[in-house]
């Protein structure tokens, strides 16, 4: 556990700038085939930037109401507390404006991005377990981890190994990667993508969270934490844009016919 790197640079928010970074290469590079300028890809990635930072924290607070007292404490993103599902909810409806106005279809914009969100996965959860936030269970596997004292873990648990749910996270977000890469060859309409995202992320979320830490007030029917009933719509809202796309609700392949600056 390293939550801070060097000086006053913290591990988590140092993946955070790495996954923004890399996520905004790929997303440029992605976005040629569609003769999309990168100044259009920039702008929509910052507006990704700022509408996923209020909501990641947006979302934890709601779910979190006890935790802030004085309320101002909310504005305290240094102080820990995000939630990434808050994040995507207000990214998406931040592109779906961005697109609008721009006149550029959703669903083509949401199939250049949705990939980076699961490779930016991969990178900010290795921050998680840097910070030792967002751990896992008890376990008796062999891959258990022991946090240092002091740790959210330790706090919670002792000195007792257990689940590096976040490197779970991040292997899953690294393969999801390579996966909506892979089939993308088999992609014949809009939101094929943004679809598959939707759906695989949904179930390797819903999966993890057995492995994952929260608290009793997070929990709800059949033992499920929130985020697993998220999972669940996430899935059913990814089978949907397959399930349409494939019937041609969306139409095919876009291409612009100019470079949108």
């Not at 569609?34 to 990704?48: M, R, V």
């Not at 998220?230 to 899935?235: E, F, H, Q």
């Amino acid at each position: 556990m390293f939550p801070v790197l060097f000086g006053f640079v913290k591990s988590y928010g140092f993946m955070l700038a790495i996954s923004f970074m890399v996520g905004m290469w790929v997303a440029t590079r992605r976005g040629r085939r569609y003769n999309l300028s990168s100044e259009t890809i920039i702008d929509i990635i910052f507006g990704i930037l700022v509408s996923s930072i209020v909501g990641v924290r947006l979302f934890f607070v709601v779910t979190h109401l006890d935790d802030f007292h004085p309320w101002y404490r909310a504005f305290f993103i240094w102080d820990g507390g995000l939630t990434l599902y808050g994040g995507i909810a207000t990214a998406t409806a931040a592109v779906w404006w961005m697109c609008r106005r721009r006149k550029i279809p959703f669903l083509v914009m949401a199939d250049i991005i949705a990939p980076t969100v699961m490779l930016g996965l991969g990178f900010t959860r290795i921050g998680c377990f840097l910070a030792g936030c967002c751990h896992g269970k008890p376990t008796s596997c062999s891959c258990g981890v022991v946090f240092p004292v002091g740790s959210p873990a330790d706090k919670i648990y002792g000195a007792v190994p257990v689940h590096p749910a976040q490197l779970y996270a991040s292997l899953g977000g690294f393969l999801i990667f390579g996966l909506l890469l892979l089939t993308e060859k088999w992609s014949h309409f809009r939101g094929a993508t943004f679809g598959r995202f939707l759906a695989f992320y949904g179930m390797l979320r819903f999966v993890l969270d057995f492995t994952r830490y929260y608290q009793p007030g997070q929990v709800m029917m059949f033992g499920w934490s929130n985020n697993q009933w998220i999972s669940v719509g996430l899935m059913v809202a990814g089978t949907f844009v397959l399930v349409m796309g494939s019937a041609g609700k969306f139409g095919g392949a876009w291409k612009s016919e100019k470079s949108h600056g």
